[in-house]
């Protein structure tokens, strides 16, 4: 379809001008995103749908007459929110190749009689990996005012190492263990190279992507209707719609944009092989007989999007429908926001608050769950839970805090709370302490003069065992087992 020379004035203006051009944005929506930057990975596929509805309002405040570039400006829009969620977030960046060793540690309380002497212990808990060199630790130290338990495992070419100076006094050789090899063939597995990708390569992405959904657009499939019908706050009202359908025809011809725009730029497909987890070659040939073979979209349903605007061309409500079906619903009043998804039986309720975020689950109608997700500080995140589903009421609250982030370090400080009442009990736990993640050498124990497990004597084994016997009877775990018997 042929365009008049004023359309195209007009979109290369705005294509122009949407990057930079913000003043009529809606700046108290986009800074909300910004601001709940701690749950973004939670609502990262809704914030497209946000971004579209906000994309499409500024698109339209400008070009009412125009659909294609109301569109155009919405893709462009999504771009900028998902940039920002993206360079959002901690600075820390860790790579399958580096040395990196997590810490923790913990102190345990609890209303429950029979877990007192749990109470009383100090956890540390230590785990290291040189996925390079193929090294590794785990380490674990047990204290309370008659016991300090410390307890060193290591991998060191291929074999396992055990240290413990409260057990034994020498370091005591396991036998063989690869579990670098088992690591090495998970870590090939497609579930898991994509751990390579880094958030350059997202940024990279969101870019190259937003252009090619704007040469994907098909202005027919692009609709305003001035006097729609939708119910809020269970009344019906009438507002502006601008509709966008992905039908077959759509949804091929937009696929084949995509398949072209990665065959003809060999960085773009290896940045997307790298993200999603597969060889370079491999998605290359798996695109190349697509675009030879053609695309099959057997069952198949049509996918509409749906924008309402009042008269101030204000979003107040949005619609993702498949087959006509919704799957997920939007909506908006006094600057907070809250959606819908539907899925079989289940529904997933999310709504802002003056100062949390809360998710509601249901099946059949009936509430299960409810988070809260509390807005604080950079440095702070506060999660809620309370579940009553089968039998069993849980009340669960959360609070990580103090943290402190570098490109090789991560630092925080946790409080986990949680009441669990079923079967006639009514526990409390608690849990508090802190958490460590850091690059660099990590610590193994040194197997000079280590002795093998199969050539130690039962003299030795007895009194290895008694040794053990003797520290976890110190700590209250013998008490422990007595009571839960």
Same mark, same amino acid.
């Given at each position: 379809?042929?365009?008049?020379?004023?359309?195209?004035?007009?979109?290369?203006?705005?294509?122009?001008?949407?990057?930079?051009?913000?003043?009529?944005?809606?700046?108290?929506?986009?800074?909300?995103?910004?601001?709940?930057?701690?749950?973004? #990975?939670?609502? *990262?596929?809704?914030?497209?749908?946000?971004?579209?509805?906000?994309?499409? %309002?500024?698109?339209?405040?400008?070009?009412?007459?125009?659909?294609?570039?109301?569109?155009?400006?919405?893709?462009?829009?999504?771009?900028?929110?998902?940039?920002?969620?993206?360079?959002?977030?901690?600075?820390?960046?860790?790579?399958?190749?580096?040395?990196?060793?997590?810490?923790?540690?913990?102190?345990?309380?609890?209303?429950?009689?029979?877990?007192?002497?749990?109470?009383?212990?100090? %956890? $540390?808990? +230590?785990?290291?990996?040189?996925?390079?060199?193929?090294?590794?630790?785990?380490?674990? @130290?047990?204290?309370?005012?008659?016991?300090?338990? @410390?307890? =060193?495992?290591?991998?060191?070419?291929?074999?396992?190492?055990?240290?413990?100076?409260?057990?034994?006094?020498?370091?005591?050789?396991?036998?063989?263990?690869?579990?670098?090899?088992? =690591?090495?063939?998970?870590?090939?597995?497609?579930?898991?190279?994509?751990?390579?990708?880094?958030?350059?390569?997202?940024?990279?992405?969101?870019?190259?992507?937003? *252009?090619?959904?704007?040469?994907?657009?098909?202005?027919?499939?692009?609709?305003?209707?001035?006097?729609? !019908?939708?119910?809020?706050?269970?009344?019906?009202?009438?507002?502006?719609?601008? $509709?966008?359908?992905?039908?077959?025809?759509?949804?091929?011809?937009?696929?084949?944009? /995509?398949?072209?725009?990665?065959?003809?730029?060999?960085?773009?497909?290896?940045?997307?092989?790298?993200?999603?987890?597969?060889?370079?070659?491999?998605?290359?040939?798996?695109?190349?007989?697509?675009?030879?073979?053609?695309?099959?979209?057997?069952?198949?349903?049509?996918?509409?999007?749906?924008?309402?605007?009042? $008269?101030?061309?204000?979003?107040?409500?949005?619609?993702?429908?498949?087959?006509?079906?919704?799957?997920?619903?939007?909506?908006?009043?006094?600057?907070? #926001?809250?959606?819908?998804?539907?899925?079989?039986?289940?529904?997933?309720?999310?709504?802002? +608050?003056?100062?949390?975020?809360?998710?509601? /689950?249901? !099946?059949?109608?009936?509430?299960?769950?409810?988070?809260?997700?509390?807005?604080?500080?950079?440095?702070?995140?506060?999660?809620?839970?309370?579940?009553?589903?089968? *039998?069993?009421?849980?009340?669960?609250? #959360?609070?990580?805090?103090?943290?402190?982030?570098?490109?090789?370090?991560?630092?925080?400080?946790?409080?986990?709370?949680?009441?669990?009442?079923?079967?006639?009990?009514?526990?409390?736990?608690?849990?508090?302490?802190?958490?460590? =993640?850091?690059?660099?050498?990590?610590?193994?124990?040194?197997?000079?003069?280590?002795?093998?497990?199969?050539?130690?004597?039962?003299?030795?084994?007895?009194? =290895?065992?008694?040794?053990?016997? +003797?520290?976890?009877?110190?700590?209250?775990?013998?008490?422990?087992?007595?009571?839960?018997?």
């Amino acid at each position: 379809m042929m365009k008049d020379e004023n359309t195209k004035e007009k979109e290369t203006n705005l294509k122009q001008d949407i990057v930079i051009n913000k003043d009529d944005f809606d700046q108290e929506s986009y800074s909300k995103v910004n601001k709940k930057n701690k749950w973004k #990975f939670i609502l *990262g596929s809704f914030l497209v749908v946000v971004a579209i509805a906000v994309g499409i %309002y500024v698109g339209y405040s400008k070009l009412t007459s125009n659909p294609v570039v109301i569109y155009k400006t919405a893709v462009n829009d999504i771009y900028e929110a998902m940039k920002k969620i993206a360079e959002d977030g901690n600075d820390t960046d860790f790579m399958m190749d580096d040395a990196v060793t997590m810490e923790m540690q913990a102190k345990f309380s609890s209303n429950m009689e029979e877990l007192k002497a749990l109470s009383e212990i100090d %956890y $540390s808990f +230590k785990m290291a990996i040189d996925y390079k060199n193929e090294t590794g630790s785990l380490g674990l @130290n047990l204290k309370n005012k008659d016991e300090n338990l @410390n307890v =060193l495992a290591s991998i060191i070419d291929k074999k396992a190492y055990l240290k413990s100076e409260a057990l034994y006094n020498k370091v005591i050789d396991l036998g063989d263990c690869d579990l670098f090899g088992e =690591l090495k063939k998970i870590s090939e597995s497609e579930e898991l190279k994509s751990l390579g990708y880094n958030r350059k390569d997202i940024l990279y992405l969101l870019k190259e992507y937003k *252009g090619i959904m704007i040469d994907a657009i098909n202005q027919d499939k692009i609709t305003i209707e001035k006097d729609a !019908e939708i119910e809020i706050e269970g009344k019906t009202k009438k507002f502006k719609k601008v $509709s966008y359908l992905f039908d077959k025809e759509n949804i091929e011809a937009t696929i084949k944009t /995509f398949i072209k725009a990665l065959l003809d730029d060999d960085k773009l497909l290896e940045v997307t092989a790298k993200v999603i987890g597969k060889d370079k070659l491999e998605l290359k040939n798996e695109l190349d007989k697509i675009d030879k073979d053609g695309i099959n979209l057997d069952g198949y349903e049509d996918i509409k999007l749906e924008i309402y605007a009042d $008269s101030f061309n204000n979003i107040v409500a949005s619609n993702i429908l498949e087959n006509n079906q919704k799957v997920i619903e939007y909506r908006k009043e006094n600057s907070l #926001f809250s959606f819908q998804i539907y899925a079989l039986d289940y529904t997933l309720k999310v709504q802002e +608050k003056e100062d949390y975020m809360e998710f509601k /689950f249901l !099946e059949n109608d009936t509430e299960i769950a409810q988070i809260n997700l509390y807005e604080s500080d950079n440095d702070s995140l506060k999660l809620d839970l309370i579940m009553d589903y089968q *039998g069993v009421k849980v009340n669960m609250g #959360f609070l990580i805090y103090d943290i402190e982030g570098t490109e090789d370090s991560l630092n925080a400080k946790y409080n986990l709370t949680l009441n669990v009442k079923a079967l006639g009990t009514d526990a409390n736990l608690g849990f508090e302490g802190e958490y460590k =993640l850091s690059k660099g050498d990590i610590e193994i124990v040194d197997n000079k003069e280590a002795i093998e497990y199969k050539k130690m004597s039962k003299k030795e084994l007895k009194s =290895l065992s008694d040794a053990l016997d +003797k520290a976890l009877e110190k700590l209250g775990f013998s008490d422990i087992s007595k009571e839960l018997v």
